[in-house]
């Protein structure tokens, strides 16, 4: 097995789980955990014995280095619960604010009842820093006619924002959106059922609800990270990259997205207003039955993407990896290797120029059918997550002994077993 530096980006995403339960190093500051129940009261001083009730007073009470635990159970939603930037509101990068699932048990905050004049929002940052959530559900939040714009979880203008296991789903817009911010990590988290099916004035019905959008349009020193999610069953993109700084996708999934008259990408990445030395970085990722592209560069009149597009696996889509022709600037990385595309109607189309070398369409001696997969069960991809929060154990695309695809890749600086590096976005272990 060869490692190489490539590992450097799982040392990031893993140090981006900050310390909220002990070994808190470095200053000796008072540090209080802090419980909420749906049977509490907000009078309550917040102990175990004698918690809270809503959320709202959990995130406007907790310090740097305080760690609130949700009980099981379903909260209402009566109102957005807006957290901006006030004196003494942020964590540290030390000592982050941490906001997690009491162990063993899913809080629930639930928007059904909730019927607001313009936004419909389950929790929103705006300005915050070095906060982590983790194991929270957030659900039930409608589009109930064209004037509302429906978001579950966003992260505005904000940094060293951590969201783990949070499960967003039935929206009537974007499940997390994160805007103009820098260093946020989202890990193993998913989003589903998102749809907007009422014909706002600025797009067509299902155009405004991807499972995750990710927006930077002013700033290009700055850092997405997307490890272990899942988008399936939205009505515009899976995921939706539109950002002038780096992004990174690691072993994400994108299921059948594309309802009304939503675009259908599975991951949409693109465009840019400057060229940046890398932008976009997908490795290990799936992207199954959606209705248009598993993978667009979206980069129609916009700057060449520069990107890595390593080990990933398109299966079922109208087209599994397309660019377009009217890009500005000059190719300088923008690399293509490893990937598979199987039953696309097209396998690839780059109307722009790519290095597209080692995938499975570029190779004509590779001969692949159904006997090479373990699975094509697609079924599997939305299974429970195991009980750390990762993704399932699943057969879908995993190659059978004896696959054509086996040892067929060319190393991309990521481990791997053999003589050479498999095709697709799995690797023996």
């Not at 070994?23 to 129940?37: E, F, K, M, Q, W």
């Not at 995130?59 to 760690?67: E, H, L, N, R, W």
Request: aromatic share 12%; hydrophobic share 30%; with cysteine.
């Amino acid at each position: 097995m060869r490692t190489k530096t490539y590992l450097l980006l799982l040392l990031v995403l893993a140090g981006a789980l900050l310390d909220c339960e002990g070994g808190r190093l470095d200053i000796d500051i008072p540090s209080v955990d802090y419980y909420v129940a749906p049977d509490g009261d907000d009078s309550n001083p917040g102990t175990f014995d004698e918690p809270w009730a809503t959320w709202h007073k959990a995130f406007v009470t907790a310090q740097p280095g305080d760690t609130v635990y949700f009980r099981g159970g379903v909260y209402p939603l009566e109102k957005p619960i807006y957290l901006i930037q006030l004196r003494n509101s942020d964590g540290t990068p030390e000592h982050p604010i941490c906001f997690f699932n009491y162990p063993g048990e899913v809080p629930i905050l639930d928007g059904d009842k909730h019927h607001p004049k313009r936004f419909n929002t389950g929790i929103e940052l705006q300005g915050m820093s070095y906060l982590h959530f983790r194991g929270l559900v957030i659900r039930r939040l409608w589009q109930f006619d064209s004037s509302i714009e429906a978001v579950g979880f966003s992260v505005h203008s904000c940094k060293g924002i951590v969201l783990e296991n949070i499960s967003v789903h039935d929206i009537g817009g974007v499940g997390i959106k994160v805007y103009q911010g820098d260093d946020i990590h989202l890990i193993n988290c998913d989003a589903y059922n998102c749809a907007d099916p009422f014909n706002p004035t600025t797009a067509r019905p299902g155009g405004k609800a991807d499972g995750f959008g990710l927006y930077n349009l002013e700033h290009a020193n700055t850092t997405y990270y997307v490890r272990g999610c899942r988008a399936w069953n939205c009505s515009d993109d899976g995921f939706n990259t539109n950002s002038q700084g780096m992004v990174y996708f690691d072993s994400c999934w994108a299921i059948a997205n594309g309802l009304y008259q939503g675009d259908g990408n599975g991951f949409k990445y693109g465009g840019l207003k400057s060229v940046p030395p890398l932008s976009r970085s997908l490795t290990n990722c799936l992207s199954v039955l959606n209705r248009f592209a598993g993978y667009n560069e979206n980069n129609n009149h916009d700057y060449n993407m520069n990107l890595h597009v390593y080990n990933c696996g398109s299966y079922g889509n109208r087209v599994g990896f397309q660019n377009f022709k009217f890009y500005i600037g000059d190719m300088k990385d923008n690399i293509y290797r490893n990937n598979v595309s199987y039953k696309d109607s097209s396998s690839a189309v780059f109307y722009g120029r790519a290095r597209d070398e080692h995938n499975s369409w570029t190779m004509g001696h590779l001969d692949i059918d159904d006997r090479d997969f373990q699975s094509l069960d697609v079924s599997q991809l939305t299974r429970p997550r195991k009980p750390d929060g990762s993704l399932p154990d699943v057969d879908f695309m995993k190659l059978t002994k004896g696959s054509d695809l086996i040892d067929a890749g060319v190393d991309v600086g990521m481990p791997y077993l053999g003589k050479a590096p498999e095709m697709g976005y799995h690797e023996r272990e």
